[in-house]
Nanobody, 125 residues
Framework: QVQLVESGGGLVQAGGSLRLSCAAS????????MGWFRQAPGKERSFVAA????????YYSESVKGRFTISTDNAKNTVYLQMNSLKPEDTAVYYC??????????????????WGKGTLVTVSS
């Protein structure tokens, strides 16, 4: 079964940057969609970004568009989330996820099938 392990979280000042990594084992098939979600304390899990394995299509939450970039490295079976211009409201546990359903990325923003255990990102003001 697909396994997803996130890394790269930590403490950063507002305006700073972090790059999260998601190492996938299995690995997901080329048709799988990959994504990042986040859950802030006391809030529901929300969508951040999604990408196809080939990297030819991406989809972002409006709250992160222009600041975050999702990408893939197929040779390393890894998905990245480059986070720039971080804000305190970006503080959350970030989860890597994947889904085999052959639908548009925007259709998966409500949730995906497989999940990692998350990595904590804390942005100080």
């Amino acid at each position: 079964q697909v396994q997803l392990v996130e890394s790269g979280g930590g403490l950063v000042q507002a305006g700073g940057s972090l790059r999260l990594s998601c190492a996938a084992s299995g690995p997901p098939s080329s048709r799988y969609r990959m994504g990042w979600f986040r859950q802030a304390p006391g809030k529901e899990r929300s969508f951040v970004a999604a990408v196809t394995w080939s990297g030819d299509r991406t989809y972002y939450s409006e709250s992160v568009k222009g600041r975050f970039t999702i990408s893939t490295d197929n040779a390393k079976n890894t998905v990245y989330l480059q986070m720039n211009s971080l804000k305190p409201e970006d503080t959350a546990v970030y989860y890597c996820a994947t889904d085999p359903r052959p639908v548009g990325l925007e259709s998966l923003s409500s949730g995906m099938v497989y999940w990692g255990k998350g990595t904590l990102v804390t942005v100080s003001s």
